[in-house]
């Protein structure tokens, strides 16, 4: 029997057994809802129970290279002596790859020796998280699956995520890493209504296949909702890796040369789907240079005003006295000219950024990596260590600057404020709005009083409305001078 499946692409799928116990909600309207359309075939099928087909053991599977067997079932409800058979029709197949599929992986130990090279066995981990997943299947609970899974000593391993549920990154990460699969699928949930699961963000999937993609793990999926996730193959370039014998894994070239010798040209194909070793490639070039230029630059830039304006002072240069460096102000109000082509904060970044570098722990390394936008979230952490601590994690999990500032926020709003450890205590709103008043007053240059010219400007009108604003001003200061006296 061959159906295309909607599972994996460029595959035909083989049923010389049929069904399953394992009860999966997402399966009602998937894989049980095709089974109901075989009423007329046979009831067992149509009612999705285990049970065997030996009559389709011999016939052909179809002229795909890759055959899903047993796609609609799981093989561990499937009779030892009958798995047996299976095994002995695919090993007449040695021109085909297969996959085998199991919510119990456990069920093929005793089969391994028996498996011939064009098997591959082939597990779903939705997710990492056990808690509440009984709520949707009957199948061994992730944790469990992914150990029995892992502890199969077999060399041909492709995990599936799909359909893809809530999620902890780097756990999930750990985890797929250390199955080595071939590929991991990816799917998301293709009946959210009717079958409704805890499902991951965007920026959750983006992190985890981003990070997969760090680990060399090669990433296939469906359109995914249209969702841009980094180290993804579509589904219609992996049917293009699965089918052209002239692409390589893992290097997707999209040139072809010329046979004419050592002069060959390289002919370029029009670029319509993405060319991801390409895009990983350029990404890390210039994620490099990045490094070596902008950042490095920030990192000097910022060592040097601390030296040149601050006497090389973390503490004077981190205060908030609106009265310290005038001169540093008035640098500071160059930026954005064609001068110093850099915006305030980027200069008070860098600044920040080499007071943090002065301050970590002996041999750290993972907050220097980073770029100064990632660098710049982590500052509010305050704490060096913990700023190193969470940095490492930044670097392994390739976060994004936004996944960053989540981290960061939730950290802080878990940390009870403490000022023996540097915390700075909340600024009284008499001495904010004082502060603030003064700064409103600051002119471009630092000058604190209004130009000749600027009082010129004004007509007979504005000039007196000047004057009572001015003097009211004064009256509300002369107040609060008081209050401040007598208190
Ligand atoms: S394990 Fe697969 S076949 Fe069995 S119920 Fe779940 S989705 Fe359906």
Redesign the pocket.
Known sequence: MTATPNMYPSTKTWSPFK??????T???P???AQAKRQKKNCMRCYR?EPHEHPERLSRSPGKDDIIFACG???IS?CAPTFVRQIIDAIRTRPEKTFYL???KPACFEPFLKLLPKNVILVT?LETNRDEGYDKF???PPPSERYHQFKALDYPRKIVTIEPVMDFDVEVFTRWIVSLKPEYVWLGLNSHPDSAPLPEPSEEKLRQLTAALAQHKVLVKGKKLRGYVLPGVLTQELSRRLDSSPQTVKGGIGMTKESSSGDNAVAVVEPDSVIDYARVERAASWIHKKLIETVDRGARDIGEYVLKEFFKGNPEFASSRDPYKNASFRDLADKCGTPEIPVSKSWLHNAVAVAIMIRQLPQGATAFKQLALSHQAELLPLRDPAKVEKVAKEAVTMVWTVSHLREVVAKKRSKTPKDESKGGRSPTPVIVKTLNRSLKVFTLEGGKRSFTKAQVEELDEEQRKEAVESAQGLIEQLKDLVIKLKKA
């Open positions: 069904g399953c116990n394992f009860d999966c997402y399966c009602v998937t894989f049980k999705y609609n079932s799981d409800f599929q199991s919510k779903t299947s009957k199948a």
